[in-house]
């Protein structure tokens, strides 16, 4: 009985606080049930005609499509520069003297080591210098002369040896003069055809050889001494200084014709097998805002590798540089357009939805939401293209300005 007075007491004296309560729980089971039909605020998009990229965005690098590096053929001294570095040339044009002293004191050196060994070369096909010819042939005569007298003395004294004139001894003894004057001939003759030997003549080659290889290389060097231009183009970089000491093969100036450049792109593994020789390429850089200039993929990726933390495969293209604005080595931002297609039917990436892959959007119709389930092409990071299932300038919903949940049939309301 205490309890029930305690209560009633209570009510007594907080009876505004109940009635507020009361009503405010009116408010919202009303509201709750005003709302249920009331139409969801929502953003929408017309289904239109227009143009859709797929594209794929990497970055670059650009390189020069022909250049020439000059480098130090030996240690020497930079003689003279007669370029600087953004100079335009022409091909054969003299940019650079090395002093060549050295190199002209190697190249006479071994223009001597010709000489000599063509002499020696010569003496060898003729079987000897002047006087050891002269001398062979002074033998040679002699030995002809005496085997010619000791012919006729041997047939001389066969005759007198008929006639009983001659002993045979005497005969034997001309016979092995003969024989003595012949093998005396027949020396000379085979030392005048063979007077040197097979190694003897391969030494005398082989110095010949190395005589003329080292002329060659001397020559070679001289000719490096003075860099001309091979081709018409820009000194992109000049590192040597005048009256500076250069070692062999430190680089001295880089050249290269800059009114074709290749940009070589670097392209995310997933995004390689999306890639085909001739797709569009748009090149910007952020030194000139505003500009793109325009090119075709000239190879696509053979393998691919790793480059910092990206695993990428490298494609390249060919661009005009007419104006010389994109330098070497400078990184680039790549957009390589995979597909293009003009006049077609778009829509927002946002309107399309997905249910037991089936793609649908939901079309404002007298202002309900009704679904349609709908087939795409190409799309990209804002765009779809829809090539079936709903009408050109259709309203789809795109979604509710409140993040309520957007079904099939629920009243809505476009607003903008």
Known sequence: MSNA????????????????????????VLASFMSHDDPLPIRAATVQP?????????NGKVEPLQSFEAH???????????????????????????????????????????????ADVSAIQSGGNREEVLTLEAQLAKAQTQRDSAQRNVEALRRLQQQGAASPGEVKSAENQLAAAEADLKFLQQKQKDRYSKPEVARVQAQANEAHSAYQAAEDILSKLNILAPFDGIVYSLPARQGAYVNPGDLILQEADLSKVLVRAFVDEPDVGRLAPGQKIEIIWDAVPGRIWNGALSTVPASVKLRGTRNVGETTCVVD?????????????????TAEHHDVLT?????????????????????????????????????????????ANS????????????RDGSAVKVVH
Do not use: C
């Open 50 to 58: 227009g143009t859709i990229r797929s594209i794929v965005s990497t």
């Open 395 to 406: 309203v789809v919903a795109l979604t509710s300005v409140n993040s309520k949940p957007l």
């Open 72 to 118: 130090a053929p030996v240690g020497t001294t930079v003689k003279k520069l007669l370029v600087k570095e953004g100079d335009q040339v022409k091909q054969g044009q003299l940019m650079v003297e090395l002093d060549d002293a050295g190199a002209r004191s190697e190249a006479a050196k071994a223009l001597a080591q010709i000489r000599s060994s063509e």
């Open 347 to 391: 829509v927002p990436r946002e309107a399309i939805r997905q249910e037991d892959n089936k793609v649908y959007v939901l079309q404002v119709v007298n202002n309900a939401l009704h679904r349609r389930d709908v087939q795409m092409s190409i799309s990209n990071l804002t765009q779809v293209e829809i090539t079936g299932g709903i009408p």
């Open 5 to 28: 007075n305690n209560s009633a007491s209570f009510i007594a004296r907080h009876r505004w606080l109940v009635w507020g309560g009361g009503i405010v729980a009116a408010v919202i």
């Open 321 to 337: 540089n007419n104006d010389f604005k994109l330098l070497p080595n400078i990184n680039v931002g790549v957009t390589i357009v």
